[in-house]
Structure formats: structure tokens, C-alpha cells
């Protein structure tokens, strides 16, 4: 990862800041334009940690470009071509070179695509209750970890800071969006989600599961957008260490998850609510060790 100090929120005077996510900060570029500046800011179970990952926000914005790239002729994204650095006063420029995109300003979808080629995290939690993954029924017999028969759509609503996403069934979402307008999300996200996971397999890295978000333009076109398949958005195992049944070690926050599954505040568990437990630098150095091995692995070139 880079060594340049971390940025855990970006500070812009040029630009109308519009919203600052779990992870980015979005400012106004005219009226059809936004500038998103990925920040070194991590979330888990939906709260932001006190703590920044130095350099993930240009990792980050490296391999969403790499990605934007390589599956454009699946649909269209949101990327203008501009340069960032081109709409930020001369004294800005260094908070936003090599962590930002210039993109098409949207009207987003209200629910998240989420693809899951593989049984895990709350997928598995309600395979095992009841069978199903959002309303998907699967197989007898599949285990932790287990890869599916095929990849499966389970889309979420997404949530405002602070609260969680809700995952919801297929029907939930055609009410939401629209049955035509949902199918289309669903085939595009399917087909996504198909040819990077084979693509990563050549590289060691199996994608278990990634989420996508969508808006549509000014005609009403379906638009990719936001950033994809990162280890913020995705799980990825390596290939080498996989193992039906159990969890594999992971390049992604799984590894911060799982520490704050057995963090306390003020000597009780924390309740997965803000505020986050202080995350020890420990946590922080072998988290941004996993970011940097997955994008080592899948060597991001832009070939």
C-alpha cells in the first residue's frame, strides 16, 4: 500500500460536498457530474471505523478503473474519461489524485445487486435455517464455503449510515424498481459477476460473493456505477487454501469482521452500532496487508 499518510476525509473548497459515505466523499461538479474521492475509511457490519487503512482508497480506485475497463462491454458505467485533478483548485489536487473518479451524475437504484457463487457469511447463516438464500432455493447438502451450482442473485436494500442493509427476495425488488428494470439488474449482475470471478480464477483468486450498484442516466439507460469488485464490496479467497466447509483466509475485511465479532466496549460485546470499538493498529496493518495482497494477485495492469 502507499506510504503517504492516510486520508480519512477529504476537504475540498472548490466543490459543493453533496455526501460523504461509509467510505467516499462526493462533490457537486456542475449539475451532471460528481467528483468521488475514496478516502482510506473502513466499514464493518455497516458502521465506519474510527480508524483509516492507509492507502486503500487508491487501491480501491485502481482496480474499480481496472474492472470498469475490463467488463465494459458488458454495460455502461458511469466514468466521464476526465481527469479528476481537472475540476479541483491547484491546491486540492493532492487529496484527490490517484483516489478519485469523475463520473455521470445518476439517479441510483434503491437496492444493492449482490452475486454469490459461493455459500458464505449471511448466505450460509439462512441456507442453513431454512434452505434458501433470499427467497433462492439451494441444494441439500451444500457446507460452509460450498461453491453454487450457479451463481444466484440475492439483492439488498441499501441503507442510509449507520443502519444495515436488508436483504431482500427477488419479488421484493420488481415491486421496488419494477419487474422489467429488475431483470435487467439481475442479468447484467449475473453476467458480471461470471466473467470476473473466471478471470480471477486465472490469477489464484476465487470471488465468493460481490455486490454492484446501478442508476440510470438522463435517457433512462441502466448504468453501472459507484465502484466494483474491491475487496470492500467483494470476498475473495485464495484459491490455494480452499477448503469446502470451512472459512478460507480471505483478502478482503473479513479479517476486521472477525476481530470485531469478539471486540467489547466498555467490557461488553459491542452491539454492531456506532460508535465502532477502537481498532488496534495490529487489526490495521493485517487488514491492509490483505487489500494489498489481493490486488498483488490479480495484478492490476490494465492489460
Not at 487508491?58 to 462491454?73: N, P, Q, V
Not at 491546491?91 to 441510483?108: F, I, T, Y
Not at 452500532?273 to 477502537?278: H, L
Request: glycine fraction near 8%.
Amino acid at each position: 500500500m502507499s506510504t503517504a499518510p492516510a486520508v480519512y476525509e477529504s476537504n475540498l473548497h472548490s466543490l459543493p460536498l453533496l455526501a460523504r459515505g461509509k467510505v467516499r466523499d462526493n462533490y457537486a461538479v456542475g449539475d451532471d457530474r460528481i467528483l468521488m474521492v475514496a478516502s482510506d475509511r473502513i466499514s464493518a457490519f455497516d458502521v465506519v471505523m474510527g480508524e483509516p487503512i492507509p492507502g486503500k482508497g487508491e487501491l480501491l480506485t485502481r482496480m474499480a478503473l481496472f474492472w470498469f475497463d475490463k467488463l465494459g462491454h458488458i454495460v455502461p458505467n458511469h466514468l466521464t474519461g476526465q481527469a479528476p485533478e481537472s475540476v479541483v483548485s491547484p491546491d486540492e489536487v493532492a487529496q484527490v489524485k490517484g483516489r478519485s473518479m469523475l463520473v455521470k451524475r445518476l439517479k441510483p437504484l434503491p437496492v444493492e445487486a449482490v452475486v454469490r457463487g459461493y455459500l458464505a457469511g449471511s448466505g450460509w447463516k439462512e441456507y442453513q435455517e431454512n434452505g434458501r438464500v433470499c427467497g433462492v432455493s439451494l441444494p441439500p447438502g451444500l457446507k460452509n464455503s460450498s461453491r453454487l451450482p450457479t451463481p444466484i442473485f440475492t439483492p439488498a436494500t441499501k441503507a442510509e449510515m449507520g443502519d444495515h442493509d436488508e436483504n431482500i427476495d427477488f419479488g421484493r425488488m420488481s415491486e421496488i424498481v419494477g419487474p422489467e428494470l429488475a431483470k435487467q439488474v439481475r442479468d447484467i449482475a449475473i453476467r458480471l459477476y461470471t466473467e470476473a470471478a473466471a478471470f480471477a480464477l486465472t490469477r489464484g483468486i476465487i470471488i465468493a460473493d460481490t455486490k454492484f450498484e446501478f442508476g440510470l442516466d438522463e435517457h433512462g439507460h441502466l448504468t453501472l456505477m459507484d465502484e466494483i469488485l474491491t475487496p470492500d464490496s467483494s470476498r475473495f479467497w485464495p484459491l490455494e487454501s480452499y477448503r469446502e466447509g470451512v472459512n478460507p483466509p480471505s483478502f478482503d475485511k473479513q479479517y476486521l469482521r472477525d476481530w470485531l465479532e469478539t471486540a467489547q466496549v466498555d467490557g461488553v460485546p459491542w452491539g454492531k452500532v456506532a460508535p465502532a470499538p477502537t481498532v488496534p493498529t495490529t487489526v490495521i496493518d493485517s487488514t491492509s496487508q490483505r487489500y494489498a495482497k489481493a490486488f498483488s494477485a490479480l495484478q492490476y495492469r490494465g492489460e
